[in-house]
């Protein structure tokens, strides 16, 4: 976990949905082209004999950051993926942050087979060294979730060329277990209800140090952008999920991500 000192700023945005992509308004930095189920059998069903660990760094780049080296921090982030903690790892610009309060222009996703593989690659001299080059001169603000999806199927590497949307819940002070396990069983039941949807990982935040207070993740991955766009025209149904738990939440951020086409994956 990049151990990045950099200045937080801004606050959750209310919330509007987690999955609607017409919940946030498009911030302008697009680069590329443009059922409910109980808490408790979440709880209880078996991980894959492979544990993953999701770690999302989202990057806000200083708005005089030199396109060169944005590229350049971009690339050194993305060497990383030879470290032998990681088990896929990619990083680049996102196509759009719909959430108005943040106004993130880059991401880090990467799987490790469990905590300690984590730590170990954010201790490692490599990795130390490009966050200290190569990102840290470049940006403003940062935000960084990591969780154990409660469910966790399919491949371990998100192929290139992979559409992703990242979305982190805020939950409302003082809720009860009962009211975040709706929150949860309503997030996991979302692959249920949009076929376009090939992986779907949910969990709660581990490192709440640099969260910004966001403590439910889940990742959506799609075959392509097409396929994330496709989501435009089933407003219904995300309408849906977003009533059942609308009440419980104070903030949403919710950002969508390409895997470039032109990298490679760690599979």
């Known amino acids: 976990m990049m151990q990045l000192g950099v200045k937080t700023s801004g606050t959750a945005v209310a919330c509007s949905h987690f999955l609607s992509p017409r919940a946030f308004p498009p911030t302008a930095i697009a680069i590329t082209r443009r059922h409910l189920k109980p808490y408790c059998l979440y709880r209880s ?33 993305n060497s990383l993926t030879s470290l032998n903690q990681v088990v896929h790892l990619s990083s680049g610009p996102l196509i ?7 106004s993130f222009t880059h991401i880090l996703h990467s799987r490790y087979k469990s905590k300690s593989d984590l730590a ?22 940062i935000m960084a979730v990591d969780w154990v999806p409660i469910e966790f199927s399919g491949p ?10 990242l979305t982190f819940l805020k939950l409302k002070e003082n809720l009860g277990e009962n009211e975040k396990s709706q929150v949860l069983s309503a997030v996991g039941g979302i692959k249920e ?13 581990f490192s709440p140090g640099r969260a910004k207070g966001f403590s439910i993740a889940s990742i959506a991955v799609f075959k392509g952008v097409d396929e994330l766009e496709a989501l435009e025209s089933q407003t219904e149904l995300a309408n849906e999920q977003k009533e059942k738990v609308k009440e419980f939440l104070d903030g949403v ?5 390409a895997v470039l086409p032109t990298q490679s994956a760690s599979l």
């Open 253 to 257: 951020v919710v950002v969508d991500y």
């Open 120 to 141: 170990d690659y954010s201790a490692h001299p490599d990795h130390v060294s490009v966050v200290k080059q190569y990102v840290l001169p470049m940006v403003d603000d």
């Open 193 to 205: 209800k949009f076929s376009g949807i090939e992986q779907l990982t949910v969990g709660e935040n």
């Open 96 to 102: 759009r942050d719909r959430s108005s309060s943040f």
């Open 156 to 165: 371990t590497g998100v192929p290139p060329g992979s559409a992703m949307r």
């Open 45 to 77: 069903i078996k991980m894959s004999a492979e544990q993953i660990v999701e770690h999302v760094v989202l990057f806000k780049a200083k708005p005089d950051a030199d396109p060169s080296k944005l590229t350049a921090m971009v690339n050194n982030l």
